[in-house]
């Protein structure tokens, strides 16, 4: 890579709030409140002025300069809140509340970075490629002879209209208090996401009626075989696609069109610490699903498996967990009332033990082919036979243990001695695992299944990992 060290640039984020609550009987209060938000981004500094840069960008219909100096100006981020309480009973035992509310996310920096220097001007970053053997390598210290020319130019660019990151959360929470101190809910949460990033390669034509050998080498369409597996023996038939301008790589759009949603049930039992026992537990049943939200906060060439059909994007999101289970609880009973300054005191009572069990379902993967996406996009790799995290690791179970003994000495004195294990039954987790499900042997139209294929790699992360016991001593004073 060769160009300029980098950019300084700024950004202005201009934010508004007004809430206010009102309490319209003694039962019922609600809260409105409206944020408006807006981030402004600097002006373009490098914008294509080369001699191609009156160049239509295909399926963006603006050319190479006006695409590259625009950035995104989103002025209409109105963002209104609602809740409510309301005390069904009168006694103050039984609530429901409720809420909805619309958020903004930022435009990433490291997006806004990359659109202000990727622009296929010669004054920003650009690559040269020189094999080992040319006349015209460099051997160290030496450099790069003056006027090498650089690679085609992978521009990477803003969508008209670019709007900022988008989410509607809302919840209904029915609440009970059923005795001295314990409480349990029973909860709907949902969210929606829009104008989420996402990164699509514009510069692609259909190969169907296209007869450039170069840009379409396999043709309109390619048959392919697949060898074991759960589908060998099947043969499927893909559309292929190329490059539309030649003069150019990639023309990276950073678009806002992913589109998320959560839903969620959520029940819950909470208890304060009364008569030597505190405990908090919930579980969740959720579903989450998105057209291929994109984590990337660097732009990547391409998204998306197909650009002209997107339909391949939607499935289940990537942070999709089905179920959670999860208890803790601190028990410290008081076996011995008599003297305090007695040895019954000392031996029985100081004792707690506070466990906290956890269990989720495994987060789901997609199933993926070797090498180059197989329509020649060069985006998602996904198997097209199969949706999109149609596999799962394996569900996660854990359960972590504390043991304190504290004695008292005075009011002012006390020792705890404390053992603690995580991973208390020493389950070996999976994080990681081999998501190739076929691989494509180059120059061929076969897909050979891998059965390696959903092994774990990775046992580890930094929640979990083998047991661990510590012990320790606290001097209070």
């Keep these: 890579g060769v160009g300029i060290p980098g950019l300084k640039f700024s950004t202005n984020e201009y934010n508004f709030f007004i809430q206010d609550d009102f309490r319209i009987t003694p039962r019922l209060t609600v809260n409105l409140g409206l944020r408006y938000e807006y981030q402004q981004l600097p002006d373009p500094v490098l914008p294509n002025t080369n001699a191609n840069s009156g160049t239509i960008i295909p399926n963006d219909l603006r050319t190479v300069n006006e695409a590259t100096s625009t950035l995104p100006d989103d002025k209409n981020n109105f963002g209104p809140r609602f809740g409510f309480a309301y005390d069904v009973t009168g006694d103050g035992k039984t609530s429901i509340r409720g809420g909805v509310g619309i958020y903004y996310g930022r435009i990433a920096t490291a997006q806004i970075y990359n659109s202000l220097l990727n622009t296929g001007n010669p004054g920003g970053a650009g690559q040269i490629t020189v094999a080992n053997t040319a006349a015209n390598s460099p051997i160290f210290p030496n450099v790069l002879p003056a006027n090498s020319p650089l690679n085609l130019a992978a521009i990477q660019f803003y969508q008209r209209n670019f709007q900022a990151p988008q989410i509607t959360q809302y919840d209904l929470i029915l609440e009970r208090q059923v005795m001295r101190n314990t409480v349990v809910s029973i909860a709907y949460l949902g969210s929606r996401g829009s104008h989420l990033p996402t990164f699509v390669d514009q510069n692609l034509v259909p190969c169907a009626g296209v007869s450039t050998v170069p840009v379409c080498p396999n043709g309109a369409s390619v048959n392919f075989t697949v060898n074991g597996g759960p589908f060998g023996g099947q043969t499927f038939s893909l ?145 097209p036979l199969l949706p999109r995290n149609s596999f799962r690791l394996p569900s996660v179970s854990n359960l972590d243990l504390r043991l304190s003994k504290r004695f008292r000495f005075t009011e002012r004195y006390n020792l705890e001695l404390l053992a603690e294990g995580f991973n208390v039954f020493n389950k070996t987790f999976t994080f990681i695992q081999t998501n190739l499900l076929y691989s494509r042997p180059t120059n061929t139209n076969t897909l050979n299944f891998n059965s390696a294929f959903g092994t774990g790699t990775e046992s580890s992360s930094s929640n979990y990992r083998e047991r661990q016991i510590q012990f320790a001593a606290r001097f209070q004073f």
């Design 239 to 383: 559309p292929q696609y190329g490059r539309a301008n030649t003069a150019f790589q990639q023309l990276t759009q950073i678009q806002s069109s992913v589109k998320s949603e959560y839903n969620a049930l959520v029940l819950q039992a909470n208890r304060r610490f009364t008569n030597g026992l505190q405990f908090q537990t919930s579980y969740t049943l959720a579903k989450a699903t998105d057209t291929n939200q994109n984590s990337s906060v660097f732009p990547i060439n391409n998204s998306p498996f197909n650009v002209f059909d997107r339909s391949y994007d939607a499935g289940v999101s990537n942070n999709d967990v089905r179920h959670k289970f999860v208890i803790s609880a601190v028990y410290a009973p008081t076996f011995y009332k008599g003297d305090t300054n007695s040895v019954g005191n000392y031996l029985l009572n100081g004792w707690s033990i506070a466990p906290i069990y956890t269990f989720y379902s495994g987060r789901p993967y997609s199933g993926v082919t070797s090498g180059a996406t197989l329509n020649g996009t060069n985006g998602d790799t996904l198997f």
